[in-house]
């Protein structure tokens, strides 16, 4: 990078860091710290709800799976406004008028503490492996950038985050969430208009989406019932339904963002808002995807983008062969833009041979893939524990090698941005969860405010740690946006069948849920390790049992106590 690309990305890192120390500096009681005193307006809550759930990992990983996959993705969110009028109707007035700070508080209300303690639980062991996730989503493009140790990157990312997390607590981060979002539209707008613009001046941007629909980038929606696909309308609506209602409904990460609302007013608007822009903007992210595949019919790739990790295979052995791959690979590709030229000028015509072009593009398009194919087996030839997913490096090696310099600086502090404050709400939850619903409920229930504020700052920097720790083992988990969604589906189906039966069946106590949810858990793992069920699915299959089984369990504990 440039020195205008390092003034522009460390100028914005420090002035987040430092605003939001002094804009939330001297919280007087866990009050201030947890909830922000509840005077957040609801735009801010809007805001902090979509910084929270669009972390690096969504700018980052997301715009690499529309280049390999398509535009399918956007169907995990199709569920999404549905449950956010649910949630505004039904979730936000009992939470506000229990005058909580977690959700886990109104399950013991409602059962008992087996019944809170356990969702905690099940919220802490997920949420505390995620927040590693957005940690070493941004650990990525420093380590590639300055070729440092990805260790160390860890280290800088989750200190930057625990500084300001620690200092201010809910407010510091929903105070610093309105810039970084400002940051990420602004950065990614222009990231948008600029692949656009970079196309050869005889591929329109008409042709652009021409090309992308021919090679089948542009499958938006698929209405086929396939319980084996992992993304279609139905896994969409269905399962990103029930994922959407546990993950804004019970996990404390999102809960806690609108906990601080003013009103309930302004806590439904700020819901509501993020049902509306949620599925226009992750369209667009995974657009831009898009744009970048189209683009590399024009511009070389490389034969891998993880940079790094081939020139480690060249240094193991395979030089000469992943050169003379990297050669091969330059003959392919240019057979490849001549047909993809050869497809735009038919798509030109009033009566062009569209068909003949599109299938020796395809053909092109194979040779291509072919090739790097076997640049992936050298690699693996070289160091056969290698991560080969470059998936999260693609978008990252078009901003680094084509953008000019200065927009490359935005953009990186764009995908740092999202990182700190989705990692920074992440920590805020687990410290508050941790504290209410564990320390003070099971180990200190009598302290003062100033004891809870200091220890809340102490569990804080432990759940920092743990984060840090974690990312030594997230390069092995593939696409950084599926895996986080898939871990947690293993949990989100069984809290949210918890809290739906807190809510609507009554008849159902304490000890009956505990075991259901128990049950349902297993079931779920059962699902994970030995069957190839999509993850979206789990979220289902997660809470169907724990509502069926607490039936069941219930009618047997009554008939035990009648007889």
Known sequence: MSYLDWIVLSGTMIFIVVYGVWQTRGSKNISDYLLGNKQTPWFTIALSIMATQASAITFLSAPGQAYTDGMRFV??????????????????PIYHKMNIYTAYEYL??????????????LFLSQRGLAAGFTIFAPSLILSSLLNWDIYITNLIIGSMVVIYTVSGGTAAVSQTQKF???VIVIGMFIAGVMVV???????????????????????????EFDLSSRYNIWTGVIGGFFLALSYFGTDQSQVQRYLTGKSVTQSRMGLLFNGMAKIPMQFLILFIGVMVYVFYFFFQPPVFFNKVLLEDAKQKGQNANITQLEDDYSIAFFERKQKALDLVKELNKEEGNI???????????????????TAIEAIKTADPNADTNDTNYIFL?????????????????????????????????LATTSLIDIYKR???????????????????????????????????????????NMLGSLVYGTILGIFLVAFYFKKIGGLAIFLAAIVAEVIVMYCFLFTDIPYLWFNVIGCLPVIGFGFIFQTFLENQKTT
Not at 409 to 425: E, F, K, N, Q, R
């Open 75 to 92: 169907q995990f969110y199709f569920g999404l406004p549905l449950a956010m009028v649910l949630l505004s109707i039904t979730v936000v």
């Open 355 to 373: 068909t003949q072009a599109e299938e020796s593009l395809k053909v092109a398009d194979k040779e291509l893939s072919n090739i790097r194919e």
């Open 397 to 429: 090696n078009f901003v680094i090698d084509h953008l000019p310099a200065g927009i490359i600086g935005l953009l990186i502090a764009v995908i740092l941005s999202a990182s700190m404050s989705s990692t920074s709400s992440e920590l805020n939850a």
């Open 180 to 182: 970084q979002m400002g």
């Open 442 to 484: 099971h180990f200190n229930k009598d302290a003062s405010d100033r004891h809870y504020l200091k220890a809340s700052r102490w569990i804080t920097v432990f759940w920092g740690i743990y984060a840090i720790i974690f990312t030594m083992f997230a390069n092995r988990l593939g696409t950084l946006i599926e895996a986080v």
């Open 197 to 223: 613009n970079m196309l050869p001046k005889e591929v329109s941007f008409g042709n652009a989406l021409e090309v992308a629909g021919k090679m089948g980038r542009l499958n938006v929606v698929d209405f």
């Open 108 to 121: 013991e209300s409602r059962f008992d503490v087996r019944a809170r303690t356990l969702a905690a639980i």
